[in-house]
């Protein structure tokens, strides 16, 4: 069965630190990994990773995958309040050409002042 | 350009009710998915449609379906509502199928008593 687990569950840290979210998988017919961020209601996209080794960047936060060991890492540096949020992992396996996201539970980031 | 939408917003309904949920993808995406979000199960796949066909589908029971319709728009009902259907549906859309970032609704938060 496919699967996607992150870790920590949960993490609080002080503006400024910098974190490190991770996300393992075991899936059949992996197609990409997706990073989202979710404050209320709607995750909203951050990241799609394909390509082992290639460092995707947007401002203060970055990804990588390593296909090989099955895993990525969200890196979120200089945090600020506005970047507390629950932080999902989600992999694209495909079935020929459909469309399915398995999700991990995600990371529950809260940033203190 | 408009985001994807959802109406209703929130629902509330009884067990052994049935509900009709409603997604209007961005203009010019094709495909849907939709999502159950629970606090304990987090984000699960629900099914994907793509030009009117559903063409994959999650481990949930046959009183949840869907259909899309030819602007692309996408509905899923569930009949005989039960306490355990209590939870946030989210439809992603997505321009094609392979290879293609989905976005993420506001999300419908059934409540069912």
């Known amino acids: 069965e496919d699967k996607v687990v992150q870790s920590p569950l949960s993490l609080v840290v002080h503006e400024g630190d910098t974190v490190t979210l991770n996300c393992s998988y075991e899936v059949t017919n992996f197609r990409s990994l997706l990073w989202y961020k979710q404050e209320k209601k709607a995750p909203t996209f951050l990241f799609m990773l394909t390509s082992s080794g290639i460092e995707k960047k947007s401002g203060r936060l970055s990804s990588i995958l390593d296909k090989k060991e099955l895993f990525s890492i969200l890196n979120i540096t200089a945090t600020q309040t506005g970047d507390s949020a629950i932080y999902l992992c989600a992999v694209d396996v495909h079935g020929g050409a459909t469309n399915k996201l398995i999700f991990g539970t995600g990371t529950l980031l809260a940033v203190q002042p | ?113």
């Open chain 2, 1 to 113: 350009k408009a985001g994807v939408t959802q109406t209703p917003r929130y629902l509330i309904k009884t067990r052994g009710q049935q509900v009709t949920l409603s997604c209007s993808p961005i203009s010019g995406h094709r495909s849907v998915s939709w999502y159950q979000q629970t606090p304990g199960q987090g984000l699960q796949f629900l099914f994907e449609y793509f030009s009117e066909t559903q063409r994959n589908k999650g481990n949930f029971p046959g009183r949840f379906s869907g259909r899309q319709f030819s602007n692309s728009r996408s509905e899923m009902n569930v009949s005989t509502l039960e306490l355990g259907d209590s939870a946030l549906y989210l439809c992603a859309s997505s321009r094609l199928a392979e290879q293609e970032t989905q976005y993420f609704g506001p999300g419908t938060r059934l409540l069912v008593l």
